[in-house]
């Protein structure tokens, strides 16, 4: 049962690796740190999950992380300005955060305003939940993005039912089993969800990347009308998804779109609630575009097919 | 008498070889055991925009497998694959195939080129792990994108530095496995 003393990992040389050691760490931690700071400044967003883990995991009963969910400071500021604060020109660098941070804020306020107010516009005609859940669990290392949620069939479930949040939509029920369900979250990169501008009514898809971003396809293509900052909500297209519930934010410009930020972001999110599917006819005659393919297998409808 | 000339005489690290023997059980079971613990442990981790867990599960598996050669069979990553693929969010039969993959290019080449201490180790692991993810990601049943790719990397490094931490608690898993705590007699 005793391993073999040949096949025993020599960890008494670790002594002779020590000024090696220092080297390859002192290396792979500046490495790291330099892709760590351009993901961050990058695409600010990219960490909020890991917020969101970080937060669930020291807050045991989950009920204390609302407070804490709502502030816009984070992780990733804070690992920005630990590896600058290490360099050697860092009072210029600390400038530059400063104002770069002050900027984040003041984009971060513009934009949650912007969406407190889209959402008070919005909430109005609430529909019954199916079912309130927590969500229970995530495919946190696949590339696949799904979550769990503690209800099934047994709570009434059915596959195509949209889950949202109290902010707006979080996915649509995949798979239903006894007790859960597997949710296809907006963010996968084989969702696809008609939106429209909630300011006017621009139509658009808005596919997930895979990355935490929605992609916003517009329908009528020419001149691009968005704006960054524009909210998205659903459009009732396709029938799973009562319309005027908020999806996402406009972030960056693209020819066709444009890059959108979630509004509902799922790791960020106490409650879900399941609700039913809107209106089962244009579901089942499938005239409209789908919201969603599941996989290729999957006949697609006509308004799909049309952006691919 | 003895006791007071040399304490230590009649017990290993596993503790005394004395009217004390290993569990066949735990011997056995640990391996597996811990590996589907780590593979249903990123489970719970609520990861909504990306993947930010590592692959826990083949983490563990690629762990004991370099850290102990022979304790897992060849065929190991056939049964602990399925566990993984219940939890993982891949689609059925990914990890089945790239467990078993992993084991037997690592049986070929430790079998030509036996290697042993920590940095080989965390370089085979993280190289192992690093294409596991990648191959993943080839296989989970969307076109991967270099948005997909991009958002892998710190997954990806997190794997790879999680290594050493995961090897100390293999080391003491080991330990756990191999202590004499059946009383013979």
Known sequence: ?308 | MMERLAPAARSDRYGSRINRDQSPWRALSVPYLTIMLASLLPFVLLADVMPIAPPLGFLMFIGWRIMRPGLLPLWAGVPLGVFDDLFSGQPFGSAILLWSITMIIIELIESRFPWRGFWPDWFTAGLGTTLYILAAMLVSGTEPTAAMGLAALPQIALAILLYPFLAQLIAGLDRFRLSRSRRIG
């Open chain 1, 1 to 308: 049962m005793a391993p073999s003393a040949s096949r025993l990992s020599g960890f008494s040389k670790k002594a002779q690796y020590s000024v090696f050691t220092g080297y390859l760490l002192a290396t792979l931690g500046a490495l790291i740190g330099l892709g760590l700071l351009a993901l961050s400044l990058w695409q600010p967003s990219t960490f909020a999950p890991l917020r969101g883990a970080a937060q669930d995991a020291v807050s045991p009963a989950g009920e204390a992380t609302a407070a804490v969910r709502s502030g816009s400071g984070g992780v990733v500021d804070t690992i920005a300005a630990y590896w600058r604060a290490g360099s050697q020109n860092a009072a210029l660098r600390e400038e530059v955060e400063i104002a770069r941070i002050r900027l984040a804020e003041a984009e971060a306020v513009a934009a949650e305003n912007a969406r407190l107010k889209a959402l008070l516009a919005l909430a109005q005609g609430e529909i019954e939940p199916v079912a309130t859940t927590r969500l229970i669990g995530s495919s946190s290392t696949s590339s696949r993005r799904f979550a769990y949620v503690g209800v099934g069939r047994t709570d009434g479930i059915e596959p195509g039912m949209p889950v949202r949040s109290a902010r707006g939509v979080v996915g649509r029920i995949l798979e239903v089993a006894r007790n859960s369900s597997r949710v296809l979250l907006l963010t996968d990169s084989e969702s696809v969800l008609p939106v429209r501008r909630a300011s006017d009514d621009t139509v658009a898809f808005a596919e997930g990347r895979g990355d935490g971003l929605l992609r916003i396809r517009l329908i009528n293509l020419g001149l691009n009308p968005l704006a960054e900052g524009d909210i998205f909500v659903t459009s009732g297209a396709g029938g799973y998804y009562r319309p005027g519930v908020a999806v996402a934010v406009l972030t960056n410009l693209a020819s066709d779109g444009g890059i959108a930020r979630l509004i509902a972001d799922p790791s960020a999110t106490d409650f879900v609630s399941v609700e039913p599917v809107f209106d089962e006819a244009a579901v089942s005659t499938a005239s409209t575009a789908s919201e969603v393919r599941i996989d290729d297998d999957t006949a697609v409808s006509p308004g799909t097919q049309a952006i691919e």
